[in-house]
Structures are given as structure tokens and as C-alpha cells.
């Protein structure tokens, strides 16, 4: 990599968004922050701008604006608010990669905007791929954009097909860790509390993206961003629980060998990799040993007592919006989990009970994401408001 890239970070005050400041803290001769934005965080991206000097920013809460202005513009740095500054502000020519890491449906549009205007994409937010696949895939060829995965499974694959993108794949194989409940039956997790589930054994993650871990749902989404990111067909995926969290995802040929790639839980990897690509820049990161892993264990997932991974099956399966109404349904539930209003296992229940209801849609439009996403959102809200 010859030059600086810019970058542009959507979400810079969240878990992947600290992490990837990080990254770029370790190399500023390759790197560049552009652009930083946040939702709430006023106080974080604050300091981050201080530090990286962008030359915008977004704070989404319009109520935070004149807070963010007063500190920042005396800096040259201008200061934008609310969620059309979000999208407006990819479409800068100075930008080179547009990472994504805002959570939820909230990353769609922006990161629409994004690829028509040409920006390469280092996508964090799977929900995009998960709403819109069809349509964000078909974009990005269009606009000739490379969709960089950031989560360490989609990485992990795309790290076996570097110099295998001519060899057709037979199958992949995405890890999951099982979360703090593996092995947990249905009777143990009708009263477990959010506390618990927020006590993630391998991964340090926000909040929504560690109950859908618990939940399975995570691996879910993930198995339906797979499917679009490399062009795979339902029965090409498959989903292994690894409770080590060492080897992140692997890759079977159609001669029957297997890449896998393998590595410390740790997001810096892959957010690093997606920045640099085709390049991999020498790093401190801890090294992974495997003397300290004498025994790497794998198992099945239990589809039965984690239904929400055989929602998103089922939802990939039948395609159109389905997607959409389970992402949807599933972002109302794991908020209303998170204010202790439904209960753990009443997750499922839920959003099965809204992908029944959704009428279905098989060539969905933009449009009909939109509405399909509201429509969900509010049917899932009043059976939680019933069921008080």
C-alpha cells in the first residue's frame, strides 16, 4: 500500500469502531481517519476527534449537536447531526474505505450510499447483507465496490479463498462458540437474566451483538450474510459450535480438502485485515500458542433449545424479505430482552410469531425493506405489549 488510505468510521464509539481506531492508532502511516460518527456517545467521539483530527464528524442524536459543535468546530473540524448527515457524509470524494460498524438495520442505507459512490466497504454490520442481500450485492458490482467482511468468520473465509477465488467451494463451515448457555437446556434458560447473558466466555462485544450471541440468532445473521458475500447456496453453510473460539471459520473444496484459518479471539485481526487488504501489516497482537490449546473441541449446534438459528435458516431459505422481518422482529425482542420485558426463550417465540404474520414478499425493492422493516418492528412491539 503505497499511499494513506481514508477512512471513514460509522459507529467509531462501539466496540468494532474503538477497536478499529486502535488499529489505525498502530499504523498511521497507512492510515487516515475521515470520518468518525456516533449515535449517544457525544463525550467518546469528542476525544476521538481530538486525537485523529478528521475532518467531519456526525453525532445522530440532534439533541447532542451544539455539545459536539462547541469543542470541535474552534478545531476545524466540522460537525454534522442526525441520521441524513449519516448518509450525506459517505459520498465525501475524500473517503477511500467506508467501515461499517453501526448495529442494525441502521447500517443499511448508509452503507448504500456508500457503494454508489464508489466507496470500498469494510462492512462490520451484517444486518445490510441480512436485509438487503440481493440488493447490496448487485449494487456493488455494479459500482465495481469490493465488500470487505469484517466479523472473524466472514474474514476467516475470505482469508481460505485468497488465491482459491477460481476453485469453486463445496461448503463452508462457520464456528460458533456456543455462548455463556451452551449446553444449556430450555428449563435452565426460562429464567436466565440479561446479566448472564451479557457474560460473553471469548468475546468482548456490545450489548446487542453479545445477546444474539447467546441466543444463536448472531450466528444466524451470519450464516445469511455468508450466503451473499460469497455467492452460496442454503445447503453450501454449515454451523459448527467450537467452544474455543481458535479456529474462526473454515473452507472445503470440492476435492475434499479444508482451510481453515485460525487465530486468538481478538477483532483487531480482521478489522486490520479488511483495512489492508491484500497486505497484512505486522502487528504486537498476542500470538496464539498451541500448547496452551492441547485439546480443540467441536459439536453440533442444539437447533432445538436455540431455535433463532433455525429462524435464519429458515428465513435464508425462503428468501424475498423474510430476512428482513426476522432481522427486524429480532432487534425489537433483544431490546425488549435487555429491559427485562420478555424473557429469554419468549425471544423466539416472538419473532417466529412476527415472520408468520409479515406478508411475504418474494422481489422485495428497496422501498419494500423499509416497509417491511417497519411493519415488523411494530407487530413484534404489540405482542410485547400484550403479553404484559
Known amino acids: 500500500m503505497s499511499e494513506k488510505r481514508s477512512v471513514a468510521i460509522l459507529g467509531s464509539t462501539g466496540s468494532i469502531g474503538t477497536q478499529t481506531l486502535e488499529v489505525i492508532r498502530s499504523h498511521p502511516e497507512k492510515f487516515e481517519v475521515e470520518v ?3 449515535q449517544n456517545n457525544s463525550a467518546l ?7 485523529f483530527k478528521p475532518n467531519c464528524v456526525v453525532i445522530v442524536n440532534e439533541a447532542l449537536y451544539d455539545q459536539v459543535k462547541e469543542v470541535l468546530l474552534p ?3 466540522k460537525v454534522y447531526a442526525g441520521e441524513k448527515a449519516l448518509s450525506q457524509v459517505v459520498e465525501m470524494d475524500s473517503i477511500d474505505v467506508v467501515l461499517t460498524a453501526l448495529v442494525g438495520y ?8 456508500a457503494i454508489e459512490s464508489g466507496k470500498q466497504i469494510a462492512l462490520a454490520n451484517k444486518e445490510t447483507l441480512v436485509v438487503a442481500g440481493e440488493l447490496i450485492t ?6 465495481g465496490v469490493n465488500i ?10 475470505f482469508q481460505c479463498l485468497v488465491g482459491e477465488f477460481h476453485n469453486p467451494i463445496e461448503k463452508i463451515i462457520l464456528t460458533a462458540s456456543g455462548g455463556p448457555f451452551r449446553g444449556k437446556d430450555k428449563d435452565f434458560l426460562k429464567s436466565v437474566s440479561k446479566e448472564q447473558a451479557l457474560k460473553h466466555p471469548n468475546w468482548d462485544m456490545g450489548a446487542k451483538i453479545t445477546i444474539d450471541s447467546a441466543s444463536m440468532m448472531n450466528k444466524g445473521l451470519e450464516v445469511i450474510e455468508a450466503k451473499w458475500l460469497f455467492g452460496l447456496n442454503a445447503d453450501q453453510i454449515e454451523v459448527i459450535v467450537h467452544p474455543q473460539s481458535i479456529v474462526h471459520s473454515l473452507v472445503q473444496f470440492q476435492d475434499a480438502s479444508i482451510k481453515a484459518q485460525l487465530g486468538l479471539p ?3 485481526i480482521p478489522i486490520q485485515f479488511a483495512l489492508s ?15 496452551q490449546y492441547p485439546s480443540l473441541t467441536f459439536e453440533k449446534p442444539d437447533l432445538e433449545t436455540f431455535q433463532n438459528l433455525q429462524l435464519a435458516f429458515d428465513a435464508m431459505k425462503n428468501g424475498g424479505n423474510a430476512p428482513c422481518v426476522l432481522n427486524a422482529a429480532n432487534e425489537i425482542v433483544v431490546a425488549a430482552f435487555l429491559r427485562d420485558q420478555v424473557g429469554f426463550l419468549e425471544m423466539s417465540e416472538l419473532i417466529e410469531a412476527t415472520m408468520s404474520k409479515v406478508d411475504f414478499i418474494e422481489k422485495p425493492s428497496l422501498q419494500d425493506f423499509v416497509d417491511t422493516d417497519k411493519m415488523a418492528r411494530a407487530y413484534t412491539n404489540e405482542l410485547i405489549k400484550r403479553k404484559k
Do not use: C, N, W
Not at 148 to 157: G, L, R
Open 266 to 268: 481478538d477483532m483487531r
Open 45 to 51: 467521539l469528542i476525544q476521538q476527534a481530538i486525537e
Open 36 to 38: 468518525l460518527t456516533a
Open 148 to 157: 470487505y467482511p469484517v466479523d472473524s468468520e466472514h474474514s476467516a473465509i
Open 277 to 291: 487488504y491484500p497486505e497484512r501489516f505486522k502487528t504486537d497482537f498476542p500470538r496464539f500458542d498451541f500448547v
Open 106 to 113: 441502521a447500517g443499511l442505507i448508509p452503507t448504500i450510499k
Open 75 to 77: 478545531l476545524d473540524i
Open 138 to 143: 448487485k449494487l456493488a458490482r455494479e459500482k
